[in-house]
């Protein structure tokens, strides 16, 4: 099993910046790559961005390209989302996700999530 805690989320203000964490503890040692998805009230879940946790080959949501940049440390086995730039519709819940496997795209385990509330 691994556990997925995030941290970082919080109220800001339109223009400001967050950085969220998401610590991963357990059965991490098969990581293929981690993620960030995001939930906004009334809508569905969405991708932001994932890393491979060997390689550090990202790929992030064409909307936040630009604005949000995701990275990792592999020693503490944490991983990270820089987002700048924000703005309301950012507003969301945003949750921290494992993949362990190459072969499939399906992400194994999520972590609880931290709101992110962006004020206009």
């Known amino acids: 099993q691994v556990q997925l805690v995030e941290s970082g989320g919080g109220l800001v203000q339109a223009g400001g910046s967050l950085r969220l964490s998401c610590t991963a503890s357990?059965?991490?040692?098969?990581?293929?790559?981690m993620g960030w998805f995001r939930r906004a009230p009334g809508k569905e879940r969405e991708f932001v961005a994932a890393i491979t946790w060997s390689t550090g080959s990202s790929w992030y949501l064409d909307s936040m390209k630009g604005r949000v940049t995701i990275s990792r440390n592999s020693a503490l086995n944490t991983l990270y989302l820089q987002m700048n730039a924000l703005k309301p519709d950012d507003t969301a819940v945003y949750y921290c996700?494992?993949?362990?496997?190459?072969?499939?795209?399906?992400?194994?385990?999520w972590g609880q999530g931290t709101q992110v509330t962006v004020s206009s």
């Open positions: 996700a494992l993949r362990s496997s190459y072969y499939s795209d399906e992400f194994d385990y």
């Open positions: 357990g059965r991490t040692f098969s990581t293929y790559a």
